[in-house]
């Protein structure tokens, strides 16, 4: 077992500091979720960085619930009503969403806003080189997770009531002005020298033309759960982050995985690709291309820098929230240091466009 499959898979005790009180959230899900019955008993998953998530169990059925982090947060963040929206709509459109089955925003029941969706049984892999998979059957959950999110792009946001669920256009540039103000106005995670030069020079260089879907964007291999013996996706999960933009975005954040070292997340650089039966990038992205009717991709390496520089702004906010005394995860504290490098293997794309 790899170390972050280790690391973060399963559940245990809960943490001090997000305790939930069973008794209301008992009352609670009687009053709200149909068909509840208990005796309820609660643990906490592993995982789950940003929005506590724990699993609920109960004599009939098991449930998830995600709810805000108590303390501070930064405005906009943890927006669990969100999360509930969209997973409620694509899950009605066929997509491979759980069911949700009640939204609580009132602080007063477990101390944040929290929701409840259906606890789907199967694998999280925490790594992308699939060390539990063959060969043979590698290349087919590669094969899996492109199906998922070329599936997610063609989603008809007009049928499936989404679309105001985030603003049309200028995507790149929203998002850009978005994380170099959340990176900017942390000042107890402290400056990063290639964050600084690409804070300024990403707005600069945003290729033009501008598409809309709705987009998740955290797509990794870790943020689903795969059928318990097969390559199928059955869920997508943490969707915090989604929202309606550009689908080369969200589909470049996959994508860096081939560009990303082990030690940073679930990074493919250095892993032998033919041995282990796994398609390389050109191959990865010419699949997704026939799926949604591309002829290619052009401006890829400003993408991943963009994403690269998001995801550094990321983990810069996870840095904050470990000195603050917020973070979610025990695990946190260990992510958070990996600011540096990202936002330098974010600068090193950058100059592949060109940046000086």
Known sequence: MSERQQQFSGT??????????????????????????????VAQFKGGQSNPTYKLMTPRQNYVLRRKPPGILLPSAHAVDREYRVITALHG???PAPRTFGLCMDDGVIGTAFYIMDCVEGRVIWDATF?????????????????????????????????????????????????SR?????????????????????????????????VHGDYRCDNMIFHPTEPRVLAVLDWE?????????????????????????????????????IPTEAEYVAAYCRRTGRDGIADLDFYVA???????????????????GTAASAHAKKSAEGVELLADLAWSQAQKCGAR
Do not use: C
Not at 17 to 41: H, K, T
Not at 139 to 160: C, P, Q, R, S, V
Not at 185 to 214: F, Q, Y
């Open 182 to 214: 959340q990176y900017l106005e942390d000042p107890d995670a402290g400056r990063v020298p290639s964050m600084d030069r690409l804070v300024e020079w990403l707005p600069a260089n945003i290729p033009p033309g501008d598409e809309t879907s709705v």
């Open 93 to 95: 459109q066929g997509f």
């Open 306 to 324: 963009y994403n690269m520089f998001r995801l550094a702004g990321i983990i810069h906010g996870i840095r904050g929230r470990v000195i603050r």
């Open 241 to 277: 982050l989604s929202t309606l933009g550009h689908p080369l975005a969200d589909f470049s954040y996959h994508l860096m995985m081939y560009r990303m070292p082990p030690a940073t997340t679930t990074g493919l650089i250095g892993a032998d690709l033919p041995a282990l039966g």
């Open 12 to 41: 245990g005790d809960i943490r001090q500091g997000q305790e939930i009180d069973i008794a209301r959230l008992s009352a609670w899900m009687a009053d709200n979720v149909a068909d509840f019955a208990g005796p309820l008993s």
């Open 131 to 179: 060390p539990t998979a063959t060969v043979e059957t590698r290349g087919a959950y590669f094969d899996a997770m492109n199906k998922t999110i070329a599936d997610l792009h063609m989603i008809d946001i007009e049928k499936a009531g989404l679309s105001d669920f985030g603003k049309p256009g200028n995507y790149f540039a929203r998002q850009i002005g978005r994380w």
